[in-house]
């Protein structure tokens, strides 16, 4: 799996800055020593500085004797500026400083960046998750796929919930103004003037109502009751769990 673009980009551009800066460095002191061999006693610099004093000590000029005085004075000037502890040299010392921790910060990249180095271990962890992402999508994309776990669930909820509208539709169409239950209670009839077939006597009659509208409607009451009292368990509990048990609804 290829690691992740944004990061080996950065990665790429801090090592071109890098090496930038150890170039430029290189060129810095390189000059530095180049600077110092020349202007010490019988470098390049030193000698064009005796030659001129050598031509100039010989002039009757007062005005060029004044000239080569001021222009002794400052290569004088340069010079101690150039000494250990001068100015020029404490520049060229901090230089080095400063360079001397670029090098060290370099140095400390690269050995991060290198096999085993906590970036190149960042790295590594940051491809493994890709990975797992990219494992984990794949398996995603597999079960969504025609045929995989996921269509075929979908599939059968689908299904199921066909045949819970099919269902509903049916029981619908069988309550409305005509259809199969309507037609079914309408052929009861009235309960109260429908009569009875067959003769029965006023005990028989009284037993009838007794068992099948007496006993319906004390069982009737005995169940508000129930659901009187769970009411009001509830409500006296507040947002509590209140389970319910077969003959009275409340544990």
């Keep these: 799996i290829p690691a992740d673009p944004a990061t080996e980009t950065n990665v790429n551009a801090n090592e071109t800055k890098i090496d930038a800066i150890k170039a430029e460095t290189a060129l810095i002191v390189a000059d530095t020593n180049e600077l110092q061999v020349s202007l010490a006693d019988g470098g390049f610099t030193d000698l064009l500085i005796d030659a001129i004093k050598a031509v100039t000590d010989a002039l009757p000029n007062a005005g060029a004797l004044n000239d080569l005085a001021t222009i002794l004075a400052d290569t004088n000037e340069l010079q101690i500026s150039l000494a250990d502890g001068g100015f020029t040299d404490l520049l060229i010392d901090a230089i080095k400083a400063e360079t001397a921790l670029i090098v060290a910060d370099t140095n400390e990249?690269?050995?991060?960046?290198?096999?085993?180095?906590?970036?190149?271990?960042?790295?590594?962890?940051?491809?493994?998750?890709?990975?797992?992402?990219?494992?984990?999508?794949?398996?995603?994309?597999?079960?969504?796929?025609?045929?995989?776990?996921?269509?075929?669930?979908?599939?059968?909820?689908?299904?199921?919930?066909?045949?819970?509208?099919?269902?509903?539709?049916?029981?619908?169409?069988?309550?409305?103004?005509?259809?199969?239950?309507?037609?079914?209670?309408?052929?009861?009839?009235?309960?109260?003037?429908?009569?009875?077939?067959?003769?029965?006597?006023?005990?028989?009659?009284?037993?009838?109502?007794?068992?099948?509208?007496?006993?319906?409607?004390?069982?009737?009451?005995?169940?508000?009751?129930?659901?009187?009292?769970?009411?009001?368990?509830?409500?006296?509990?507040?947002?509590?769990?209140?389970?319910?048990?077969?003959a009275h609804g409340l544990l």
């Excluded at 075929?152 to 239950?181: F, P, S």
């Design 109 to 246: 990249v690269q050995v991060s960046l290198a096999n085993g180095g906590f970036t190149d271990l960042l790295i590594d962890a940051i491809k493994a998750e890709t990975a797992l992402i990219v494992a984990d999508t794949n398996e995603l994309q597999v079960s969504l796929a025609d045929g995989g776990f996921t269509d075929l669930l979908i599939d059968a909820i689908k299904a199921e919930t066909a045949l819970i509208v099919a269902d509903t539709n049916e029981l619908q169409t069988d309550w409305t103004d005509g259809g199969r239950l309507d037609n079914l209670l309408d052929a009861v009839g009235d309960p109260w003037s429908t009569a009875l077939p067959g003769a029965y006597g006023a005990g028989e009659a009284g037993k009838i109502i007794g068992d099948n509208v007496n006993a319906p409607i004390a069982t009737v009451d005995t169940v508000v009751d129930g659901i009187r009292t769970v009411v009001d368990a509830i409500t006296a509990a507040g947002p509590t769990k209140v389970e319910m048990d077969a």
